[in-house]
């Protein structure tokens, strides 16, 4: 009567995972001004509220999310990523027919191959559910981000309007009402 | 009476029903016989051929949008009448070059998916009456015989940048390499702008097939596939047609604008099935756009209105600008880009945050 052996393979890996989730969308920005103008409005508006400028763009990072905003074309980039490091231990095992002979190595071969896929498995995995974090994370602020940017949009349109108002004649009088998100401006031509 | 030979006859019948004159269930199984080419065919059947395609693509034109009363750019005016009364006849003539016959002799010889033996002809020497009915071949073929190869026959040289089977079938071009773009130099000029106007038809009620097909779609790959094969056709075909002043020409696409972008239109049109569930923010924006392509190519088309506004009498493209408002004002192109804009907005990330 032959006895069987168990042959037993562990293998442990570390692993760097990395989501990364973003959102390209467009500004509605009045043509009020020239171009220029309406970009260097945008940029001003955009560096009162902590963005940092480098060229004609814009950005600021903010509870994980990037928001950079190219001024010249009014293009917004919300970006959200994350990266993790991950150890992933794996062990499966078998019956061998020997302790140390050929089957005994085939079934580790064999052993070896199943915790690779193992691993890769577990890494999709986990790679998976990073990236569903970091995608709700950025749908989550995706929101406050809106309402900042239709902030922004109203603030540099309104500077605009006043601009323009400038151009045409003397300004006698502006009202504002914030809470109808109106702006009236008389002007003496 | 003219006697032919059993190859002959099976070639005049797949030809019968290329140009519909033959049904399918004449014409089908004689693709999935094969039939031993001879080394020449017999001149009766090359007169019936001959026959077959002088009638029956002119049938088919006139048929398909060429009886219409339209109006369309002539040199630097426009001209209202049928196809055969805007542009002389003896003008509208097609020629069909060898290839014809040698597309037809595959075709009876050979299986559609024989890539061993697949037809190839050189681009730049197929004629218009060539292409047309490379043309309608394909439109019955994949109607008809999709299972039987007819995928495997737009891989093949001619179909790969034949303008007008893009143009009419996008959906069946999304697996095409980057490299295989539509070439719409021949149906821009002269006969071939003829031919597209008898067909503008044809391609509204394609692309409101292809636009209504949307909402049945849940694969956001399939969808993005389709949306990106659109974009690329209608880029192109814009691009070929803008610089010639033949604006004319796109007037399906505000036909089918004005068929699908009714009071009731909303977004479930086309996106009602789409399953997004666990794809990343990215993934579902580059969905949406796919979805919406045809929508956001409206805003080019009302540029071109918005320059057509301050063209002038004496300026050189007046009749093209007048033409091109006059199709925007009786399609209300303003109220349809309005609209198409509204739906386009309610995808927007921002806008669904």
């Known amino acids: 009567m032959s006895r069987a052996y168990r042959v037993c393979v562990r293998e442990t890996q570390s692993h760097i995972i990395h989501a990364e989730d973003h959102v390209h969308t467009q500004l509605e920005v009045l043509a009020v001004l020239p171009p220029e103008q309406m970009a260097e409005l945008l940029a001003g508006a955009l560096e009162r509220r902590g963005f940092q400028r480098e060229g004609t763009r814009l950005s600021r990072k903010q509870n994980g999310v990037t928001i950079a905003v190219e001024t010249t074309t009014a293009t917004v980039k919300v970006a959200a990523e994350a990266s993790e490091e991950t150890t992933i231990q794996a062990e499966r095992s078998n019956l061998a027919y020997d302790d140390a002979g050929p089957h005994a190595k085939v079934v580790r071969e064999n052993l070896k191959k199943q915790l690779e896929k193992d691993i890769t498995r577990t890494v999709g995995e986990k790679t998976a559910h990073l990236q569903a974090k970091v995608t709700h994370h950025l749908e989550a602020e995706l929101n406050n981000v809106r309402q900042e940017l239709d902030q922004v949009v109203h603030s540099v349109t309104v500077e605009a309007l006043k601009c323009k108002a400038a151009q045409m004649g003397r300004i006698k009088e502006i009202t504002e009402d914030p809470q109808a998100r109106s702006l009236t401006i008389v002007v003496e031509v | 009476m003219q006697s032919v030979s059993r190859f002959e006859a099976n070639l005049l019948r797949l030809l019968g029903y290329f140009l519909y004159r ?45 009886w219409r009363r339209e109006r369309f750019l002539r040199g630097s005016r426009s001209v209202e009448g049928r196809l055969w009364e805007r542009t002389p006849p003896a003008e509208l003539g097609l020629t069909f070059s060898a290839h014809t016959l040698r597309f037809l002799i595959w075709i009876t010889a050979h299986r559609l998916d024989d890539t061993a033996h697949a037809w190839c002809a050189p681009e730049k020497e197929l004629t218009l009456g060539d292409r047309l009915l490379l043309y309608f071949a394909y439109e019955r073929l994949r109607n008809g015989a999709e299972r039987m190869g007819a995928s495997a026959l737009r891989m093949q040289g001619p179909f790969r940048h034949h303008a007008l089977c893009w143009l009419a079938f996008p959906g069946d071009y999304t697996a095409m390499p980057a490299s295989a773009g539509p070439n719409f130099a021949p149906w821009t000029h002269g006969a071939g702008a003829c031919l597209l106007e008898a ?10 097939e292809v636009e209504s097909s949307k909402e049945g779609l849940a694969d956001p790959q399939a969808m993005r596939m389709l949306g990106l094969a659109q974009e690329h056709v209608l880029t192109a075909f814009l691009d070929a047609i803008e610089p010639i002043g033949r604006m004319d020409l796109a007037r399906f696409l505000l036909q089918t604008a004005a068929a699908l972008l009714g009071p009731h239109a909303h977004v479930g049109m086309w996106t009602a099935q ?57 399609a209300q192109g303003d109220r349809l880009v309005d609209r198409a804009r509204a739906i386009v907005q309610q995808l927007s990330p921002l806008r669904q945050a």
């Open chain 2, 22 to 66: 033959e049904p399918p269930e004449r014409a089908l199984p004689l693709l999935e016989e094969r039939c031993a080419a001879p080394p020449c065919l017999h001149s009766n059947a090359v007169r019936l051929i001959k026959n077959a395609l002088a009638k029956g693509c002119v049938f088919l034109l006139a048929q398909r949008g060429g």
């Open chain 2, 199 to 208: 067909l503008q038809p044809d391609l509204a009620r394609r692309w409101i």
């Open chain 2, 274 to 330: 789409l399953n997004l569930a666990g794809l990343r923010v990215a993934d579902r924006v580059a969905t949406y756009q796919a979805a919406t392509s045809f929508l956001r190519m409206l805003d080019r088309l009302q540029t071109w209105e918005r320059r057509a506004r301050g063209v002038g009498y004496f300026d050189e493209d007046y009749a093209a600008s007048q033409l091109w408002k006059a199709d925007w004002e009786q």
